[in-house]
């Protein structure tokens, strides 16, 4: 049997669900038996391939540059992972939604700025009015709520989808898994 390949993607989060992933240990060894890492943060490669069996998605859409990576995502992706309370329900990023972007872009390069008080326009991508959960973008197959999700969820949920056997999630986040 060929291993299937697995992607991980940070949108607008802390890198939490990716710490806890790697929070797996030795059982990324045994992990590594079943997939591929073919795009990740965690590696080196820069473009999201054309055909990934699972995806797993940390973070909020925040940007234009978020929803354009999450649509092409789903698009290339047959299992598509929301994980974490960020890319679940907006969680943290979405605490910018009463103040707006313009108010917090002001507040961080000009306001709190001591020399050069400009908004970036090329380095930070242009920010979306309202931040909001993935699958209010794109169809989320399977989601693994928590911040962040526990290493043990990880290990259970990857190894079911894996393997094909049923996954049955509220399990896993009943009991803190």
Same mark, same amino acid.
């Given at each position: 049997?060929?291993?299937l390949?697995l992607? %991980?993607v940070?949108l /607008? @989060?802390?890198?939490g669900?990716?710490?806890s992933?790697?929070?797996?240990?030795?059982?990324?060894l045994a992990?590594?038996?079943?997939v591929d890492?073919?795009?990740?943060p965690?590696?080196? %490669?820069?473009?999201f391939p /054309?055909?990934v069996d *699972?995806?797993l998605?940390? @973070?909020?859409?925040?940007?234009?540059?978020?929803?354009?990576?999450?649509k092409?995502?789903?698009?290339?992706t047959?299992?598509l992972?929301?994980? @974490?309370d960020?890319?679940?329900?907006?969680?943290?990023?979405?605490m910018?939604n009463p103040? @707006?972007?313009?108010?917090?872009?002001?507040?961080?390069?000009?306001?709190?700025?001591s020399? $050069? +008080? $400009? *908004?970036p326009?090329?380095?930070? #991508?242009?920010?979306l +009015?309202?931040v909001? #959960? *993935?699958?209010?973008?794109?169809?989320v197959?399977?989601?693994?709520?928590?911040c962040p999700? =526990?290493a043990?969820?990880?290990? %259970?949920a990857l190894?079911?989808?894996?393997?094909?056997v049923?996954?049955? *999630? =509220?399990?896993?986040t009943?009991f803190g898994?």
């Open positions: 049997m060929s291993k390949k992607a %991980t940070w /607008d @989060g802390c890198s669900c990716h710490m992933f790697l929070d797996m240990d030795e059982r990324l992990l590594a038996e079943l890492v073919v795009y990740s965690l590696v080196d %490669t820069k473009r /054309d055909e *699972i995806a998605v940390e @973070g909020a859409v925040a940007s234009v540059d978020d929803e354009k990576k999450i092409k995502i789903r698009a290339h047959k299992t992972v929301a994980i @974490g960020c890319a679940v329900a907006g969680n943290v990023p979405s910018r103040i @707006g972007p313009e108010a917090i872009l002001n507040r961080a390069y000009i306001e709190n700025a020399a $050069q +008080q $400009q *908004i326009c090329v380095v930070v #991508p242009r920010l +009015q309202v909001r #959960p *993935i699958h209010e973008f794109v169809k197959d399977v989601f693994l709520p928590g999700p =526990s043990d969820t990880f290990h %259970t190894t079911a989808l894996a393997t094909g049923p996954l049955d *999630i =509220s399990a896993l009943r898994a």
